[in-house]
C-alpha cells in the first residue's frame, strides 16, 4: 500500500504511474492519500483514477477502502467506476482499462489452455492431482471422480425425497420437472486449464432413506403458513416465502458435504404447473446443494454482484451491469466450465465456493480468475 507520509507520497504516486503504467500524472497534486480519499469522495474524475487503480494493482487494500466506506468492494468496482469516467473524457482511465482488458485476456487464454494436451487423472491449476470421494449414508450428495480409458468423470449421486403438505395438480410431471432441472447439471465441460471432464449425475427417488436424502418440498399454502408462523418474518425462509422465491438450505451455519440439504420450490401457479419455471428453479437450487454461491445483484439480500472485468472467464456471459447469462444469476442461464470447477473444489475442500462475498471474512473460490 501507498505510504501516508506527505513527504514522499506525491513522488511515490507520480513514479508508480510513469515507471509501472507509462500514465503521467504529474499535475495531480495530492499530498497524502487522505487527500485522494477526501477528493474520491467529492467525485473528482483525478482522484477516481488514482483510487481505483491503486485497488486494481492491489496496492490499496479493498478491504481498507470497504471499511471506511462501510460497504463490500471488489475490484470490480474500481473498473466500473473507471469505466464511468473514462467514458466522460478521462484519457487516463481509457489507456489503463485498454491495456488492463487486453492483458487480462491474454493471461486468461494462456491459462484456459494450460492443460489441453495433457493426459491423465484431473489436476488443478497448480498441477496437484484432484481426489474426491465422498460417498456414505452421512452425505446427502455421493461425489466421485473417476480416471478410467483416460477419461475424468465426475459421479454425482442423490437420492431425492419429494414431501407434500398439500395435494398438488401432477405430483409426477412436478417431480419430472425438478428432475429434468437437476440433470441439466450433466455434460461435458472444460475444466482446470482445459482439461475434459464428463459429469454425470444418478437420481433416484426412495423413500426409505430418509437421512441420506436431498428433501424437496413444493411450497404449498399449508407450507407456506408453517413457515411464517415458525419463524415470524425473521428468517430469510419467510423472506423467500413472502417474496415468491425459490431457495435452498444446505446446513444451519454453512454448506459442508455432510450437511442436510433440502430444495424449496415455489410456483407461480396455483396447482404447481409451471413446468418449466420448475426446472429452472431447481437447476438454480441444486447449484446451491453442490456448493455454490449466489451470483446475482440483490443488496437487499447482502448481495453486491460481481462487477464486470473481475474475472475474465466470466466477462462473456455478462448482461450488462452485474447480470450474468449463469445459472447462479438467473435461473434459466448457462452452466458454465467455471461452475464445475467451483463444484470440483467445493466436494475436494468440503467448502461452499464463493463467486463474492457476503461477510467480509468470506473468501472468493480459487476456481475464478484462473481460466475456464
Known amino acids: 500500500m501507498m505510504k501516508n507520509n506527505k513527504n514522499d507520497f506525491h513522488k511515490q504516486l507520480i513514479d508508480y504511474f510513469n515507471s509501472e503504467l507509462n500514465i503521467n500524472i504529474e499535475n495531480v497534486t495530492y499530498n497524502d492519500i487522505y487527500e485522494v480519499c477526501t477528493a474520491f469522495d467529492n467525485g473528482e474524475p483525478d482522484a477516481i483514477f488514482i483510487i481505483s487503480v491503486l485497488i486494481i494493482c492491489e496496492l490499496l487494500p479493498v478491504d481498507k477502502v470497504s471499511k471506511a466506506l462501510k460497504t463490500i468492494i471488489e475490484k470490480g468496482d474500481a ?21 488492463y482488458y487486453a492483458k487480462a485476456t491474454e493471461m486468461h487464454n494462456t491459462q484456459s489452455t494450460q492443460y489441453e494436451n495433457y493426459s491423465g487423472p484431473l489436476v488443478d491449476f497448480g498441477g496437484e492431482k484432484i481426489t474426491i470421494n465422498r460417498k456414505g449414508s452421512l452425505t446427502p450428495i455421493d461425489a466421485e471422480l473417476i480416471y478410467f480409458n483416460e477419461k475424468n468423470t465426475l459421479k454425482l449421486s442423490v437420492n431425492l425425497f419429494f414431501i407434500y403438505s398439500d395435494s398438488i395438480n401432477n405430483r409426477e410431471a412436478f417431480e419430472n420437472s425438478v428432475i429434468e432441472g437437476i440433470k441439466s447439471w450433466e455434460g461435458y465441460y472444460l475444466v482446470f486449464g482445459g482439461q475434459k471432464i464428463n459429469v454425470e449425475l444418478n437420481i433416484t427417488k426412495c423413500y426409505s432413506r430418509p437421512i441420506d436424502s436431498v428433501y424437496v418440498f413444493p411450497v404449498t399454502p399449508s407450507l407456506k403458513a408453517s413457515i411464517n408462523k415458525r419463524h415470524k418474518g425473521n428468517n430469510n425462509a419467510s423472506v423467500f416465502i413472502k417474496e415468491n422465491r425459490s431457495f435452498a438450505i444446505s446446513g444451519l451455519l ?119
Open 254 to 372: 454453512k454448506w459442508t458435504v455432510y450437511s442436510r440439504k433440502l430444495i424449496y420450490i415455489v410456483s407461480n401457479k396455483e396447482n404447481f404447473t409451471d413446468y418449466e419455471e420448475i426446472s429452472a428453479s431447481a437447476k438454480h437450487e441444486f447449484g446451491h446443494i453442490l456448493g455454490l454461491g449466489d451470483l446475482y445483484f440483490s443488496e437487499k439480500d447482502g448481495l453486491f454482484g460481481v462487477g464486470v472485468g473481475s474475472f475474465p472467464e466470466l466477462d462473456n456471459y455478462n448482461n450488462g451491469y452485474r447480470h450474468y447469462d449463469l445459472v447462479m444469476c438467473n435461473n434459466h442461464g448457462k452452466i458454465s466450465n467455471n461452475d464445475i470447477e467451483m463444484i470440483i473444489l467445493a466436494f475436494r475442500d468440503n467448502k461452499c465456493q464463493l463467486y463474492q462475498k457476503r461477510k467480509r471474512k468470506d473468501k472468493i473460490s480459487n476456481a475464478l480468475g484462473n481460466g475456464n
Open 79 to 99: 473498473l466500473e467506476w473507471l469505466a464511468k469516467i473514462a467514458d466522460d473524457g478521462h484519457m487516463a482511465a481509457r489507456v489503463f482499462l485498454n491495456n
